[in-house]
Protein backbone atom coordinates (compact mmCIF):
# COMPACT_ATOMS: atom_id res chain seq x y z
CA UNK A 1 0.00 0.00 0.00
CA UNK A 2 1.11 3.38 -0.85
CA UNK A 3 1.76 5.87 2.14
CA UNK A 4 0.00 8.33 1.01
CA UNK A 5 -2.75 6.27 0.23
CA UNK A 6 -2.67 4.61 3.65
CA UNK A 7 -2.65 8.61 5.21
CA UNK A 8 -5.68 9.45 3.29
CA UNK A 9 -7.30 5.92 4.78
CA UNK A 10 -6.34 6.70 8.27
CA UNK A 11 -7.66 10.52 8.15
CA UNK A 12 -10.93 9.09 6.59
CA UNK A 13 -11.60 6.75 9.33
CA UNK A 14 -9.96 9.79 11.84
CA UNK A 15 -12.97 11.84 10.69
CA UNK A 16 -15.39 9.54 10.89
CA UNK A 17 -14.78 8.28 14.49
CA UNK A 18 -14.33 11.51 15.31
CA UNK A 19 -18.00 12.49 14.09
CA UNK A 20 -19.13 9.58 15.94
CA UNK A 21 -18.07 10.92 19.15
CA UNK A 22 -19.48 14.15 18.46
CA UNK A 23 -22.98 12.08 18.13
CA UNK A 24 -22.87 9.79 21.02
CA UNK A 25 -21.32 12.29 23.44
CA UNK A 26 -23.64 15.59 22.17
CA UNK A 27 -20.30 17.99 21.65
CA UNK A 28 -21.81 20.95 20.54
CA UNK A 29 -20.15 23.23 17.64
CA UNK A 30 -21.07 26.78 16.57
CA UNK A 31 -19.75 28.54 13.30
CA UNK A 32 -19.95 32.26 13.55
CA UNK A 33 -23.44 32.05 15.67
CA UNK A 34 -24.76 29.22 13.49
CA UNK A 35 -25.31 26.06 16.15
CA UNK A 36 -24.24 22.56 13.61
CA UNK A 37 -27.21 20.37 14.28
CA UNK A 38 -26.21 16.60 15.83
CA UNK A 39 -27.49 14.77 12.25
CA UNK A 40 -24.74 16.87 10.09
CA UNK A 41 -22.47 14.55 12.15
CA UNK A 42 -24.15 11.37 11.45
CA UNK A 43 -24.43 12.37 7.60
CA UNK A 44 -20.57 13.21 7.40
CA UNK A 45 -19.78 9.97 10.05
CA UNK A 46 -21.29 7.72 7.54
CA UNK A 47 -19.73 10.03 4.63
CA UNK A 48 -16.25 9.64 6.30
CA UNK A 49 -16.44 5.57 6.86
CA UNK A 50 -17.63 5.10 3.12
CA UNK A 51 -14.81 7.26 1.82
CA UNK A 52 -12.30 5.24 4.28
CA UNK A 53 -13.05 1.98 3.53
CA UNK A 54 -13.18 2.72 -0.28
CA UNK A 55 -9.21 4.11 -0.24
CA UNK A 56 -8.58 1.24 1.70
CA UNK A 57 -10.17 -0.93 -0.45
CA UNK A 58 -8.78 0.55 -3.99
CA UNK A 59 -5.65 0.07 -1.92
CA UNK A 60 -5.63 -3.39 -1.44
CA UNK A 61 -5.92 -4.55 -5.11
Same mark, same amino acid.
Do not use: D, H, Y
Given at each position: ?? *? =??????? %? =? #?? +??????? $???? #? !? *? %? +? +?? #? =? &?? *?? !? &?? &? /???? %??? /?? &? +?? /? !? $??? $? $?
Amino acid at each position: MK *P =FTLIAAL %V =F #GL +VALLQML $RLIL #G !W *P %V +V +VN #G =F &AI *PL !W &AS &A /VACL %VAA /VL &A +VM /V !W $REA $R $R
